[in-house]
């Protein structure tokens, strides 16, 4: 955090200046250890061991917080007698497939609800072999009865709690010992630490990056972070949480408004084709009709309406039909293999540099190579749009210039001073940006681009059926200026919506499923509320109190922490004095406190749901996880996961040890690409015998085209570095300053070695495994003051079945002392080391 | 300051007579009349940093239609007036000289690039997307209604605005463009 979020940092300084213990898990020591109570070095791939051994550690000892899990969480609900656990299966749940190597998550429901959630199996097929992709589902995830049957006093045997105790049993200190590596003192003072400073009176909060979300166990890795908070009373409380910290200016607004394949604005999802013929079809089966997530239709046909406007009619299905269709897995790999493979022939690269930032660049580039045209939009020249001209296969003799057949389009871009608009931030705040002045020569905006390329794509439309979409779709916002600049503000009004009045709305609960809103991101609705553009509210934090609402505006509602209702105890009280943060005023009859609550204003805690209601009416006064279909925390996910309702713990895809826990050695649902463009290295394997993991630096930022042509970071970091342990460094001969190659079947590439003592030998199964780490920035050109090869060259095409994102975090490689060969000589050490892996 | 003619007055000869070089002896004149950059702005933008998601306050300075200076904003909460490395390089992510601002092409088979200008390039590319999408597109897949093509895919990157990505996935829906995919999954 110290590294990537530095002046976030500054306020766990300022935490562990009034007293909070800080402890940094990371494989490296980095100024986050520097700055930390202890650094615990972990083996990359193996955090499930350790999360799963802190919750066996709660569970054994009876240190949950009792009161805050029979009331807010899952822990007493019963589960089906169908369901078999990995504990049973020796690493599988019950219904896998190994054809397809995919769940039917039906046995994992809760007892007696085999009726629901059903939605995703009542067409059987291929389809269904997609258990719970990200082509699947949206924000709503998957339902769960909402009154299901439970056992108060947690004995049960079926019940979640009981279940869990078993499950994790195995993950022990002598476990995280042998396989993260860190001692059992270690161990011991972390688990004292956190359980000491969870309950009424305290809070612990963890945060996470990438290191937790680049795994083939990813989704997991979280899920197994939530366990244990939810286990401790830490969510929806000040001070508590499970806080990512998002890499980039606004990557939770690509999120939230996505430029993603699988969900609409909102985590609405996209429309699939097996499952969602008509609008009706859709409603029913995306989410349950309990909680907040009950008011979708009022979310959709709103979002609908901001798009095609009067064209979208209840006749019409509201212009349902013009949503294109999903078919399964269409993410940025899969799109990248359809490059490929000659199906996708045109391609926009917008701010993005896939031929250097993504996994596998080769494959990247191969897929470029192979398009009919490509648009990249940048402040430079990025690698993206030069690799016809000096890309690594230029090099080995892979391409040649003349063969490569792609048109180029370069478009340059504005920067963030050089155009008006929001970024929503990491803790979900959208902020307001001013414009500083125009952007220079053909610099334009990409919200000026896309617009523009919008209204000249519809001058060429025909009367063609086809073409309707595009006709009805309601595209004229306000122009500005000589380069006639579209308002940023309009389109932000959009995106908060507007009532029958052509108002703007203030709040999502405005919604209606009826047409007469018109609503572009439902949780966005109210940042626009009485004509006020709030995310630019500049409050000075001086003036206000440490929640400070009044400086931008966090979605929803201007809410600071998410499901806060839980910081107070069932009858409505804050669980201390210490930790108040949101109460009910019995005799005002409405929730208050610092923050604006998380719940119906006016519901109050005794409110019981009658047995027909819908939406958040079927919640009672007492369930505080409000989008979810019961309102509770989830201990254990009956649905919507794609490799189990619980974490276990499965080695990355590729490891140097065996996994000891079960027979199935990674996760049995990951998703990979078995074809040549993306080779893998075996498990196990004697010629990679170390474990790589890839890292960023604080001077540069991803791949490096922010921060390469900037003549103060690339003079602060001017060189790819691979670091190693001194005892690695002995025994292969590298030397301090000196080169080093690293090999991976994907890449070759070569880098300045660091001898450093922050990367130790781990003992690890009773053998010392040597850790490797190289940061990402660096590339062939892209307007580079410094330049390097590319490390993401190096990893491997294997996903989360999730969420589709790669392991990036763990995975193996071999080194060598020295420069990589050149030319041709490259392709034949690859070659050399791919053939010698699948001998042995 | 201390008294006497300019001899007397110069930085290096109060500083041998023993006075504190790290303080008032080394100021002259010349630093004395210096006035920060910041000063002198015609404006002065509330901006956002475009690096990480900590999303620290700036304020950007510009004289003359150039960017003269970008600082951190003391107002914000979140960043009291901080920013790293990165954000207080910014300033040169818009000035650096490295920075492209002509629109290049590159033919097929092309070994160089090409000058066009953007008014061309757009028609060129609004061209090529219909184009490419009529020829692409798919009416139905195994017996279902689709209504997309596979022909035309995007990546951005997470330094997009919310009202840029807006605009995006609304174009790409509407041209039935599925493949649509961000930095947020990478
Ligand atoms: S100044 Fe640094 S910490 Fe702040 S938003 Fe920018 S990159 Fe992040």
Known sequence: MAECHPVGFQWVVEAKERGARVFHVDPRFTRTSALADRHLPIRAGSDIVLLGALINHVLEGGLDFREYVLAYTNAATLVSEDFRDTEDLDGLFSGFDPETRSYDPRSWAYEGTGDQPTGEHVEGGLHHTLAAGPDRYGAGGAAAHPRPRTDPTLTHPRCVYQILKRHFARYTPELVERLCGISRADFADLAEAITANSGRERTTAWVYSVGWTQHTVGAQYIRTASILQLLLGNMGRPGGGILALRGHASIQGSTDIPTLFNILPGYLAMPNAHRHRDLGQYLELEGGDTGFWGHRSSYLVSLLKAWWGDAATEANDYCFGYLPRLTGDHSHYTTVMGQIDGTVKGYFVIGENPAVGSSGGRAQRLGLANLDWLVVRDMTLVETATFWQDGPELATGEQRTEDIGTEVFFLPAASHVEKEGTFTNTQRLLQWREKALDPPGDCRSDLWFYYHLGKLIRQRLTGDETDRPLRDLTWDYPEHGEHREPSAAAVLREINGVGPDGRALS?????????????????????????????????????????????????????????????????????????????????????????????????????????????????????????????????????????????????????????????????????????????????????????????????????????????????????????????????????????????????????????????????????????????????WGGGGLVTGDVTNDLLPLVLDPNVYIQEGKAMTCDVRPGRRPRGRAALDLLEMYRRDSSAS | MSRGGWLARWPVIRQLKGQDGRSDAARSARTDALRPRTEAADKVARSICPYCAVGCGQLVYVKDGRVTQIEGDPDSPISRGRLCPKGSASKQLVTHPGRQTQVLYRRPYGTAWERLDLDTAMDMIAERVVRTRRETWQQTHDGMVVRRTLGIAGLGGATLDDEENYLMKKLYTALGAIQVENQARI
Not at chain 1, 567 to 572: C, F, I, L, T
Not at chain 1, 605 to 617: F, I
Not at chain 1, 646 to 675: F, K, V
């Open chain 1, 507 to 779: 709040s999502s609960t405005q919604l209606r499923p009826d047409g007469s809103t018109r609503c572009g991101c439902w949780i966005y609705c109210g940042v626009y509320a009485d004509e006020v553009n709030h995310a630019a509210r500049r409050r000075p934090g001086r003036e206000q109190t440490h929640v400070a609402p009044e400086w931008g505006w966090a979605w929803p509602a201007n809410r600071r922490i998410l499901y806060n209702r839980a910081s107070a105890d069932p009858e409505g009280r804050p669980w201390s004095e210490r930790k108040a943060y949101v109460w009910w005023d019995a005799e005002l009859g409405e929730w208050t406190g610092l923050d604006v609550p998380d719940f119906e204003r006016t519901k109050p805690p005794d409110y019981r749901p009658p047995d027909a209601a819908r939406a958040e009416a079927a919640l009672s006064g007492t369930d505080p996880f409000i989008m979810q279909s019961d309102g509770k925390g989830w201990l254990y996910v009956p649905a919507g996961l794609a490799d189990g309702p619980l974490p276990a713990h499965y080695e990355p895809h590729e490891s140097p040890i065996r996994n000891p826990l079960y027979g199935r050695q990674a996760n049995p649902a990951r998703r990979t690409y078995d074809r040549p463009e993306s080779p893998y290295n075996p498990p196990e394997s004697p010629r990679f015998p170390y474990v790589l993991t890839t890292y960023r630096l604080t001077e540069h930022h991803t791949a490096g085209a922010m921060s390469r042509p900037l003549a103060y970071l690339a003079e602060l970091q001017p060189e790819l570095f691979c670091e190693v342990s001194p005892r690695l460094a002995a025994e292969l001969g590298l030397a301090n300053g000196g080169w080093a190659t690293i090999v991976t079947t994907r890449a070759v590439l070569e880098a300045r070695v660091l001898v450093t003592a922050r990367v130790r030998p781990l003992r690890v199964q009773g053998r010392v495994i040597h850790q490797v780490g190289l940061p990402y920035h660096w590339g």
